[in-house]
């Protein structure tokens, strides 16, 4: 355990504006069971629900969830380090624009999914009618939502989170005009299936953390 600490303590020291690298990142992560100790929270004083509560780490970033145990500010500060890590060694961010937009991000947890019109698939393909999601991304890439999910014990890998992160890129590729709405398709340019592949590899390293 305590050599887990140890590694834990060293990950969060990495300064989040590392330059591109060759080497391999997601190698560092290591799978560990303190992210998710039982704690006592259930009257929400530490987290309250529906308020903004800032996330450690981040000079702007800030949620608010309809349901104070998920997930903890802390859990967000981590996935979003990694998340930050991984892209990096993947697609770089050497003007800094990516570290900027997740400094000044507001991140909205919901137990609840969403309904909206003229959304796109994964592939492209347009739904012009009602659609039920599991997450958005708005105001230029400074809002995103994120459906908790079902189960009693829901984890960031298995919701849209990094999903969305990718969209919150895609806006700062593009300078705040669009975030890709239509992923893989062809309507909007940015994003390929490396980053479709990305986010699959990306919930990988946080299933790792048990985040």
């Not at 997450?135 to 849209?160: A, E, M, Q």
């Not at 919150?168 to 980053?195: K, L």
């Amino acid at each position: 355990m305590i050599k887990q600490l140890s590694r834990i303590l060293f990950l969060l020291a990495i300064p989040l504006s590392l330059p591109a690298s060759s080497t391999e990142p997601a190698a560092l992560w290591q799978p560990v069971g303190i992210f998710h100790k039982s704690l006592s929270n259930k009257r929400c004083s530490a987290v309250p629900a529906d308020k903004l509560n800032k996330v450690p780490g981040y000079e702007n970033t800030n949620q608010k969830t309809d349901d104070c145990d998920y997930f903890y500010p802390s859990h967000t500060s981590l996935a979003l380090h990694v998340f930050y890590i991984e892209w990096v060694s993947k697609f770089e961010d050497t003007d800094g624009r990516l570290l900027k937009a997740i400094n000044n991000l507001e991140i909205e947890y919901g137990t609840y999914q969403r309904r909206i019109s003229r959304v796109f698939s994964i592939d492209g393909t347009f739904r012009p009618d009602p659609t039920v999601v599991n997450g958005l991304t708005g105001n230029h890439g400074r809002w995103i939502f994120v459906w908790i999910g079902k189960g009693s014990h829901p984890k960031l890998h298995k919701t849209s989170f990094i999903h969305e992160l990718v969209h919150v890129a895609m806006y700062t590729m593009n300078y705040g005009d669009h975030g890709d709405p239509d992923h893989e398709g062809n309507n909007y340019p940015g994003w390929t299936a490396m980053h479709t592949k990305f986010i699959k590899d990306t919930n990988e390293v946080l299933k790792s953390m048990d985040l």
